[in-house]
């Protein structure tokens, strides 16, 4: 393990840019096909054209790029801090389950009952609404919910993991127990969010209808310019100060503690903003997507979350975003295609990457760029 020294502790003079002119091009790149082809291609070209960009292949992508958001919150706390979590679906979930309150108080008297009751309330005999929907029918309060109800469990939760210095596999586990007992509690029909069906059947946002195709283009490009800002924001953090420090403690903590830090304000920060990033992708996801259940809080979700960070190149940035797309764009082939295979795929996908490829996809760019004689920056 290489020591860790105060001077490696201070960012790099190099690294006070955020992107080289490279990297802003692929940016604006980006933001040009998310905020302007797309929706021409979507909304402008005809269905019967050969470039029209169908409904479908919006909602894949949306879907896809809130995937992206929850593996780069992974890469911060895992590739970049150490600190594996196989629990972070919860805090998707949470956001989801958030904007999921709101959207099925949007829905009114359209529900199959005509009742001011969501219509699972109805069904299980409620007369009133529970307490923990107050709020639910105002869009702020929901939406400061969708931040403030991962930010405090992750807050409460890593206090006490990282003040009791717990670590390595055993943190892993206790994150997946958690995750485990959020499902199981969410499953119940008596906590007021509709059991093992969740929610569906939304209807409208802000007023407007949800199914509109200019409401989902707009969704879409919400969604993709939230998840610049994130890798954005991110790659400022990597690059900071800050970020040296979480490098280093994923290192050496011992040594970072020798310096005079404290490693306990570090990981517990950049573990809430980890959860709250995934609570914002769960409440862009579930409008796109249209239901929201406790299957997001399922181990599996959480376990896919950090092989989408392996498999593109955990300690990258960019290389869970390809990731997420790589995976997720491969499950959607694969289940339509081959569905009895896709399991058998993953798992030997994730084992092939774990022993040949420990940096992912980003591994091989860089293996074949110091083969051209290429510099290699970290």
Known sequence: MTPVSPVQLLPDSRRGLLLG?????????????????????????????????????VALVAKIMCYAMCALAMDLIWGYTGILSLGHGLYFALGGYAMGMYLMRQIGHDG??????????????????????????SFVFQMFLVVAAPAVLAGVFGWFAFRSRIKGVYFSIITQALTFAGMLLFFRNETGFGGNNGFTDFKRILGISIAAP???????????????????????????????????IRDAESRVMFTGYDPLKYKLSIWVLSATMCGIAGALYVPQVGIINPSEMSPAASIEMAIWAAV??????????????????AKSWFTQAFPEFWLYFLGALFISVTLFLPRGIMGIRDRLRREKGVEVKA
């Open 21 to 57: 002119a490279r990297g802003w091009s692929v940016v604006v790149g980006a933001l040009v096909v998310i905020a302007v082809l797309v929706p021409l291609l979507n909304l402008a070209v005809p269905a019967g054209n050969p470039l029209h960009f169908g409904d479908y292949g």
């Open 112 to 137: 199959n009952y005509r009742s001011d009751l969501p219509d699972f309330m109805v069904f299980l005999d409620w007369k009133t609404m529970p307490w923990t929907w107050a709020g639910s029918a």
């Open 214 to 248: 200019s409401t989902r283009m707009v969704l879409f490009v919400l969604t993709g310019l939230t998840l610049v800002a994130f890798y954005l924001l991110a790659r400022a953090i990597v690059h900071s100060k800050y970020g040296r420090v979480l490098q280093a």
């Open 312 to 329: 593109g190149g955990r300690g990258t940035l960019v290389g869970p975003i390809i990731g997420a797309f790589f995976v997720n764009g």
